[in-house]
């Protein structure tokens, strides 16, 4: 099945925040971004003020509101800081609201257009899950900085820590709905499942979730949509709900070409991640096979390794990035496969269910 509309990369994943001016900084300085635009008082929105975050092809813009009844403020109190708008750079922004809301999707924001002495930019947005928008941007015709009323910044460049592009980004949805969002994305946008997990296969003694990753016709926009299982104690996707108050987005992975100086260069600037137990490492390579990076420095860092017929893959997760234990990240560095970890779900698993312990919320 090809997707009805064709979808060119991730355009950016915009935050909403309480303070943007802090969370720009913290996305600098903690993980390597640079600030190239911004939006705000002195460009003459009145409303809210938003900073362009990018790293290697990723984008992020964090936005806040400038007054309590804003929409962005109302989504701060409920989710706290969180991701609120999933863009896609399409050819033809019209094209895919029409295509998409014609099959089902409820619209949230009609086909729109701004220019300035740059161009014109277009857009449009779907509704998916809990309160996040699905936008559709339309950039060909575009040349500025990021948008209309967006001004370029001079700001020092980011360190950098190796980030190159936007692997997949995670939703957790309420205990059965991974179905109805798994079809709503193939009915809607023509998606594929590209695999399927069962409880069976993401589970420890205590709790367990279930997970269909949906990808386009191309398999650069991949959507993992999890939800808990029925288990002894509460899962991590039951507590995710319970915080994020709704459905929401779980993680992004971000790609990089070397994991290990990644890591590392987070690690120096303050970035916590999961603790995997030392015995993880021990029969690392019978499991699956040899790999190029040295088993000593893994370890070191808690990097972890999967394999599938076509080549291997080693990922990390940091901690939640905020004080409610919602929205975390996954660095992960792909040789061949193009699975998702499957044969570390039990180690992360058990990792996550001790920061729960700790929470009190397991």
């Given at each position: 099945?090809?997707s009805?509309?064709p979808?060119?990369?991730?355009?950016?994943?915009?935050?909403?925040?309480?303070?943007?001016?802090?969370?720009?900084?913290?996305y600098?300085?903690?993980?390597g971004?640079?600030?190239?635009?911004?939006?705000?008082?002195?460009?003459?929105d009145?409303?809210?003020?938003s900073?362009?975050?990018e790293?290697?092809?990723?984008?992020?813009?964090l936005?806040?509101?400038l007054?309590?009844?804003h929409?962005?403020?109302?989504?701060?109190?409920?989710?706290?800081?969180?991701?609120?708008v999933?863009?896609?750079?399409v050819?033809?922004?019209?094209?895919?609201?029409?295509?998409?809301?014609?099959?089902?999707a409820?619209?949230?924001?009609?086909p729109?257009?701004?220019k300035?002495e740059?161009?014109?930019?277009?857009?449009?947005?779907?509704?998916?899950?809990?309160d996040?928008?699905?936008?559709?941007?339309e950039r060909?015709?575009?040349?500025?900085?990021?948008a209309?009323?967006?001004?370029?910044?001079?700001?020092?460049k980011?360190?950098?820590?190796?980030?190159?592009?936007?692997?997949h980004?995670?939703?957790n949805?309420?205990?059965?709905?991974m179905?109805r969002?798994?079809?709503?994305?193939?009915?809607?946008?023509?998606?594929e499942?590209?695999?399927?997990?069962d409880?069976?296969?993401?589970?420890?003694?205590?709790?367990a979730?279930?997970?269909?990753v949906?990808?386009?016709?191309?398999g650069?926009?991949?959507?993992?949509?999890?939800?808990?299982a029925?288990?002894?104690?509460?899962?991590?996707?039951?507590?995710y709900?319970?915080?994020?108050?709704?459905?929401?987005?779980?993680?992004v992975?971000?790609?990089?070409s070397?994991?290990?100086e990644t890591?590392?260069r987070?690690?120096?600037?303050?970035?916590?991640?999961?603790k995997?137990?030392?015995?993880?490492?021990?029969n690392?390579?019978?499991?699956?096979g040899?790999i190029?990076?040295?088993?000593?420095?893994?370890?070191?860092?808690?990097?972890?390794?999967?394999?599938?017929?076509?080549?291997?893959?080693?990922?990390?997760?940091?901690?939640?990035?905020?004080?409610?234990?919602?929205?975390?990240?996954?660095?992960?560095?792909?040789?061949?496969?193009?699975?998702?970890g499957e044969g570390?779900?039990?180690?992360?698993?058990?990792?996550i269910?001790?920061?729960q312990a700790?929470?009190?919320?397991?």
């Amino acid at each position: 099945m090809n997707s009805f509309f064709p979808i060119q990369r991730f355009d950016h994943l915009e935050f909403y925040v309480g303070n943007a001016r802090q969370a720009a900084l913290f996305y600098s300085q903690a993980f390597g971004f640079t600030n190239t635009a911004y939006r705000g008082l002195e460009t003459g929105d009145r409303k809210t003020a938003s900073y362009v975050m990018e790293q290697g092809e990723i984008r992020f813009v964090l936005s806040s509101g400038l007054n309590p009844n804003h929409p962005i403020c109302k989504s701060v109190l409920q989710h706290g800081d969180s991701i609120a708008v999933i863009a896609l750079e399409v050819p033809n922004a019209a094209s895919a609201y029409q295509e998409s809301t014609a099959r089902g999707a409820v619209g949230a924001i009609p086909p729109t257009e701004e220019k300035d002495e740059y161009g014109i930019i277009r857009y449009a947005a779907i509704h998916i899950y809990g309160d996040i928008l699905l936008k559709f941007v339309e950039r060909s015709h575009y040349t500025g900085v990021f948008a209309p009323s967006f001004q370029p910044r001079n700001s020092a460049k980011g360190k950098g820590v190796g980030l190159t592009n936007i692997d997949h980004v995670v939703g957790n949805v309420e205990l059965g709905g991974m179905e109805r969002w798994a079809k709503f994305f193939a009915d809607t946008m023509g998606f594929e499942l590209l695999v399927h997990f069962d409880d069976q296969t993401i589970s420890t003694e205590y709790s367990a979730l279930m997970s269909k990753v949906m990808q386009d016709s191309t398999g650069k926009i991949k959507l993992p949509i999890n939800e808990p299982a029925q288990g002894q104690r509460k899962s991590q996707i039951e507590e995710y709900l319970e915080y994020n108050q709704g459905l929401g987005i779980q993680h992004v992975a971000c790609a990089t070409s070397n994991i290990i100086e990644t890591v590392s260069r987070l690690r120096a600037s303050g970035v916590e991640f999961l603790k995997v137990p030392t015995n993880y490492y021990e029969n690392i390579e019978e499991r699956v096979g040899k790999i190029e990076e040295p088993l000593d420095k893994l370890a070191e860092l808690g990097i972890l390794v999967d394999c599938d017929r076509d080549g291997y893959l080693l990922q990390i997760f940091t901690q939640p990035v905020e004080d409610r234990p919602t929205l975390f990240f996954e660095v992960i560095e792909r040789h061949g496969c193009q699975g998702f970890g499957e044969g570390n779900f039990k180690a992360l698993f058990e990792a996550i269910e001790r920061e729960q312990a700790r929470r009190g919320n397991l």
